[in-house]
């Protein structure tokens, strides 16, 4: 049996349907998540990193990881986890830059990126999901 190689897009093996319905319930839960940030008061990247709903999908991904290694749906479980930990590497960044007044500009410009950032990911991650395709290596 044929197992997932990171390096080859070549997948063999064939996910189970409730692991690809699974994917699809933590993207939906990255959503929410970014819907928060931009429907309340909080920055879309840190209703990301500090709400719940991606708090609990991060979860899931690491609790499910070993459920998908070999097949093409461990490529959107390791994006979703990327995604995550980056996430909350820029805004852990950014907010060290909004201890000082000078570094308040880039806390904005990290903000918004970094926003825009993972509003591409979960977009360009469910779309692929949804297409059966698997995540490019990162």
């Known amino acids: 049996m044929a197992r997932y190689d990171s390096s080859s897009p070549i997948v063999v093996d064939v996910p189970r349907e409730g692991l690809i319905t699974l994917a699809h319930i933590i993207y939906g839960l990255h959503a929410i998540a970014l819907f928060s940030g931009v429907a309340t008061s909080a920055t879309i990247v840190g209703s990301f990193v500090s709400g719940l709903p991606s708090i609990v999908a991060v979860i899931l991904n690491y609790v499910k990881r070993d459920a998908v290694r070999g097949t ?67």
Not at 89 to 109: D, K, R, S
Request: proline share 4%.
């Open 72 to 138: 093409w749906l461990d490529s959107h479980y390791r994006w979703q986890i990327r995604t995550f930990w980056f996430a909350l590497l820029w805004f852990g960044i950014a907010w060290l830059m909004a201890v000082t007044i000078i570094g308040l500009p880039i806390f904005f410009g990290i903000i918004a990126v970094a926003g825009l950032w993972v509003l591409y990911r979960v977009v360009r991650g469910w779309i692929n999901l949804s297409n059966r395709v698997p995540m490019p290596v990162d």
